[in-house]
């Protein structure tokens, strides 16, 4: 936890509960969406935190993990890798046929593909560099 000490230090000098801090901690680490830790923090067996304390805390750890949302744009990255692919396999394709010859097949799909998956892709790359997209799934769905 040694990144996470002067945090813990800080925020038991302002009367916060160990506990909740490490809470926090562990929620942070295994990627639990900002939403489902507040709530737990408010929880009515978990006294004495305000929002403000709440938020603060989260900010603190979050930046400490580095980021709220670093595992959450994967599928932006394989999806934009997978359409980055196609169209440079295609682009590839073309390039191989006109310069050393030989019959296109369906020209027109082979185009839309090298183009649309070369932009597209890198249209998606960027948007999840920039976090843009995120997975939404639940993370107590079923519960």
């Known amino acids: ?14 009367g916060l ?3 909740d801090i490490e809470y926090a901690i562990s929620a942070v680490r295994s ?3 900002r939403a489902h ?11 004495g935190m305000s929002h403000h304390q709440a938020t603060a805390l989260l900010d603190d750890l979050f930046a400490a993990n580095g980021g709220e949302f670093k595992t959450e744009n994967r599928w932006g990255f394989i999806y ?3 359409a980055l692919l196609i169209g440079l396999g295609c682009g590839f394709y073309i390039f191989y046929v006109f310069a050393y010859g030989g019959i296109l097949m369906r020209p027109i799909l082979v185009f ?3 183009i649309g998956g ?3 892709g890198l249209i998606k790359i960027i948007y999840a560099l920039r976090g843009k997209i995120r997975d939404n799934d639940d993370s107590y769905a079923g519960y």
């Not at 936890?1 to 302002?14: E, H, P, S």
């Not at 830790?37 to 006294?47: G, H, P, T, V």
């Open 1 to 14: 936890m040694g990144k996470f000490d002067l945090i813990i230090d800080k925020y038991t000098k302002q």
């Open 17 to 19: 509960a160990v506990a």
């Open 31 to 33: 990627n639990t969406k």
């Open 37 to 47: 830790i507040i709530e737990n923090l408010f929880a009515d067996y978990r006294a």
């Open 80 to 82: 934009g890798m997978i």
């Open 112 to 114: 839309i593909a090298a």
């Open 118 to 120: 070369t932009i597209g």
